[in-house]
């Protein structure tokens, strides 16, 4: 028996604004369902944030349908749960995965955690923050015993561990019950195949760069998904990769020889079928305005996006145009500067709140408020005389 496990497709996401980026997206998932197929695996998990947001595109849901028509044809179930990205953090909210359970998709959820592949316990819960950390152990500790009824077993879920995530993480390593045979991660854009317990513990990363931060991972794992074989002692996993419809070439120029660089840069990507993204660092610059000029006007019409960091001399740590996404984040700044509470779960509330609110959800972060202060600082009732 095998099983592709995915994650992370991010159905809907239009990266650097572009529409070009939101279509490659696509482009990729639709591959990947044809991969599955051509696999014939038995049954396959999603576990989490196969949309953008809560609210998907029409693209978005057909995309997905249309995928989820092609399994369907092919006889082969679909497992998911519900990502922090395609969930409203919020009681009794429903995530967009549930529109497809009249095509068959088997929603996981905290209503109804578990099902049966023939002998296999496949069970998951959705994303839980970590202000509801306590909650999401308890209902770990429940699978845990209903898995100990079955020799095969599966645990989906979309969560944050320590051993991998630096700062923000909602389960230590040893929150995990550790009698599941796979564990079927989502969250984690980057591939991790790891042992635990006596089974495998997978993130298979996102299907797409979600974030140039991934590009070192890409470059070593390429993206896709895995293919486990359930019939042995112990899982085995294959790692699938699909070829993305669009490079990222990053590249360090010297501004002195800025014109030679650029021209071997449009040698490489003139064969290209689609048009890069470009990251450039460019070191030693004297003018930045020339050194933009060179580079916009030989590389506009041959790349999507340039990406052009610059780097003055006797100034190697200092951007002049700043790469949002590899500069200090705002979670890594908050982080630092509530180090001196010294109370994780201080540090935990103020990060999702901040989460919550940089998203414009201010009802859940209403909610998170509330509920935090409920925990930690209960009203004890005065009976009166």
Do not use: C
Not at 104 to 112: E, Q
Not at 203 to 221: A, F, H, I, M
Not at 304 to 312: A, N, S, V
Not at 352 to 378: G, T
């Amino acid at each position: 028996m095998k099983f592709a496990h995915l994650a992370d497709t991010h159905l809907g996401y239009r990266q650097f604004g572009l529409y070009e980026r939101e279509k490659d997206f696509y482009e990729v998932f639709e591959k990947i369902i044809d991969r599955i197929i051509e696999e014939k695996v038995d049954f396959v998990i999603h576990s989490g944030d196969l949309f953008d947001n809560s609210r998907p595109s029409p693209m978005a849901l057909l995309t997905f349908q249309k995928g989820l028509i092609k399994l369907k044809n092919a006889n082969i179930p679909v497992y998911a749960i519900a990502g922090n990205h395609d969930s409203v953090l919020r009681k009794n909210s429903i995530p967009p995965q549930v529109l497809f359970k009249k095509f068959g998709l088997k929603v996981i959820s905290p209503i109804n955690t578990n099902y049966m592949y023939k002998d296999v316990f496949i069970a998951g819960l959705p994303f839980y923050p970590s202000s509801q950390d306590k909650n999401l152990k308890h209902k770990l500790s429940e699978l845990s015993k209903k898995a100990a009824n079955h020799e095969k077993s599966i645990l989906v879920l979309h969560q944050g561990i320590d051993k991998y995530f630096n700062l923000q993480y909602e389960l230590e390593i040893g929150d995990i019950p550790d009698n599941f045979t796979y564990y079927a991660m989502g969250h984690l854009h980057n591939y991790i195949n790891d042992d635990f317990g006596n089974g495998k513990l997978v993130y298979p990363g996102s299907s797409e760069v979600w974030k140039t931060t991934e590009l070192g991972d890409y470059r070593k794992n390429g993206k896709g998904f895995v293919i486990v074989d359930m019939d042995g002692t112990k899982p085995s996993v294959e790692r699938i990769k699909i070829d993305l419809p669009r490079e990222f070439i990053e590249k360090t120029l010297d501004y002195d020889n800025l014109g030679s660089g650029v021209d071997a840069i449009k040698q490489t990507i003139k064969s290209f079928d689609k048009k890069p993204v470009l990251n450039l660092t460019v070191n030693n610059v004297t003018s930045t305005s020339t050194a933009y000029e060179i580079i916009n006007n030989e590389l506009e019409d041959l790349a999507l996006m340039i990406r052009p960091k610059f780097i003055t001399p006797g100034e190697e740590n200092i951007d002049l145009i700043i790469d949002k996404e590899n500069a200090l984040g705002p979670i890594e700044v908050l982080s630092s500067r509530l180090e001196s509470y010294d109370d994780e779960d201080v540090t935990k509330f103020a990060t999702e709140l901040y989460n919550l609110l940089s998203k414009d959800k201010n009802e859940e972060a209403m909610e998170l408020v509330d509920e935090f202060y409920r925990e930690k600082y209960p009203i004890e009732e005065v009976e009166e005389d």
